[in-house]
């Protein structure tokens, strides 16, 4: 298990797509660090309150936070979408398993490799904007660490989702399955926010459950609040109007809601893997 997750870490490297993001999350956070300092400077001058300049950074932040989010989602449907697929495709999975393999260690140890991936591009690209925003304007988020965590964490969602359509759809289809319900999970988020606003349950109660199905949505919240500084979660916290905004969360995700994330990573790995047996190669 140990050696296909080094395997695929070393794969994962070696394709140009994983290099080709990086390379523009560098010269993204290039011109954010370029945009902010211009808006830091241009507000400074005309003399706006040091207060309403960090809250207006906070709020770049987060939407630059939104920007990470996608490009870490669609980087975990294209690394898991091949990640057996295209074995099986290819025939290269009749030789791997036809040895003392067991498919569950290739199907673990695939996601194993793909997940330390993300988790490390995760990590690497959100504290370098979060650093270059502070330089460059002062400002830094309550919980930067935190947010990144759940950062990694929704990307890791994604990609867990991706390795179960891996064992059973071609590559391009079990991406674009994936892709298409990371933004049902997100839209059904703003849908609920909506509903909590416009006093309609049972509209809320349906966004609620549906975080359950894929919790892509609840960890976003995560990263929302670990970003929001706490002088507008005290004055917008509380207002109707408040929760139909996806940019703002008064409060973290409750505990069972992490420990169901974390449940589910695991029971989907486990399909993953039950799937993969049941499959004539």
């Not at 791997?96 to 673990?108: E, G, K, T």
């Not at 991406?175 to 049972?202: E, F, H, Q, S």
């Not at 892509?216 to 919240?221: F, H, K, M, V």
């Not at 917008?236 to 940019?247: I, K, L, V, Y």
């Amino acid at each position: 298990m140990i050696v296909i997750a080094a395997l695929t870490i070393r794969e994962a490297l070696r394709r140009r797509l994983l290099w080709v993001l990086v390379g523009l999350s560098l010269v993204s956070v290039a011109l954010v660090a370029w945009g902010v300092s211009t808006l830091v400077t241009m507000a400074r001058e005309s003399g706006t309150e040091e207060v309403a300049i960090q809250l207006g950074v906070s709020q770049v932040l987060i939407l630059i936070a939104f920007m990470f989010s996608f490009v870490l989602a669609m980087t975990a449907a294209f690394l898991g979408s091949p990640a057996i697929a295209a074995d099986l495709e290819s025939g290269i999975a009749l030789a791997i398993l036809a040895r003392p393999i067991r498919r569950a260690d290739f199907v673990v140890g695939r996601w194993l490799g793909l997940a330390a991936v993300i988790a490390g591009y995760a990590a690497a690209s959100g504290l370098l904007a979060i650093a270059v925003v502070a330089l460059v304007s002062g400002y830094s988020p309550p919980n930067p660490f935190v947010a990144v965590v759940y950062l990694a964490a929704q990307a890791i969602v994604l990609l867990t989702v991706t390795i179960l359509l891996s064992t059973r759809f071609a590559s391009v289809a079990g991406g674009a399955i994936a892709v298409v319900a990371y933004g049902l999970a997100w839209m059904g988020g703003v849908m609920g926010g909506v509903a909590r606003a416009l006093d309609a349950p049972p509209l809320a109660a349906a966004a609620d459950f549906s975080r359950y199905v894929l919790p892509s949505d609840g960890l976003w919240r995560g990263v929302v609040h670990g970003l929001e500084p706490a002088i507008v979660t005290a004055g917008f916290g509380g207002r109707p109007e408040a929760a139909s905004n996806p940019f703002f969360q008064e409060d973290a995700p409750p505990e069972v809601f992490l420990v169901w994330s974390v449940l589910w990573v695991l029971a989907v790995v486990g399909l993953a893997v039950v799937s993969l047996r049941r499959r004539e190669l």
